[in-house]
C-alpha cells in the first residue's frame, strides 16, 4: 500500500505548473444568445480566472491557468461554431499594414491580419528594398523626394 502512495507522489511531482495565459479567440456571435453560449463554454473549465466576450468585434479573451489549444477546443466543440486563434494585431505594429498578406476586410477597426505570426502571409507583406526605394522617393516625410506637380 505504502508502494502506492509513493507512485501517485512522485506523479503529482511530474506535473507541470501552468503559468497564467491570455488566449484570445476569434468567434463570429450574432446574437445575446450566441454571446451566452460562447461566455458559458468556457466558464465552467478548470483554471479559468477571467473572461471577456465582444461581440462587435467577434472575440473571446480567456485569462487564467489554461492550455491555449484546449480552450480552442472546447469553444469549437460546445457552440458549434467555426473559433480561431485572434489573428489580428494592431495596424501600427506591422512594417506594411496594406500588403496583400496583412491586409484584411474582415479585420476589426485599426487592426490587421498578424503577419508576424503567420509565415504564408509574412512572405508577402514583406516589401523588398527595391519598392521601399521608390515608394519613399515620392514621400512626404523624405526631404530629397520628388515632387510632382
Not at 1 to 12: E, I
Not at 20 to 34: A, H, S, Y
Not at 58 to 77: A, N, Q, W
Not at 134 to 149: G, I
Request: proline share 7%.
Amino acid at each position: 500500500m505504502s508502494d502506492l502512495f509513493a507512485r501517485c507522489r512522485s506523479h503529482s511531482k511530474l506535473k507541470k505548473n501552468r503559468d497564467v495565459e491570455t488566449v484570445e479567440i476569434k468567434v463570429k456571435m450574432d446574437c445575446e444568445g450566441c454571446e451566452r453560449r460562447v461566455k458559458k463554454a468556457v466558464q465552467g473549465m478548470k483554471g479559468v480566472t477571467e473572461i471577456d466576450v465582444q461581440p462587435k468585434q467577434s472575440k473571446l479573451t480567456v485569462i487564467g491557468y489554461v492550455d491555449p489549444d484546449k480552450v480552442l477546443h472546447r469553444v469549437r466543440h460546445r457552440t458549434g461554431k467555426k473559433a480561431d486563434f485572434w489573428p489580428y494585431v494592431p495596424y501600427d505594429v506591422v512594417e506594411h499594414p496594406y500588403a496583400p498578406g496583412a491586409y484584411d476586410k474582415k479585420a476589426p477597426p485599426g487592426y490587421v491580419r498578424n503577419v508576424l505570426a503567420d509565415p504564408e502571409a509574412s512572405s508577402l507583406a514583406r516589401a523588398p528594398s527595391f519598392e521601399v526605394k521608390y515608394t519613399t522617393a515620392f514621400s512626404d516625410d523624405n526631404p530629397n523626394a520628388c515632387v510632382v506637380m
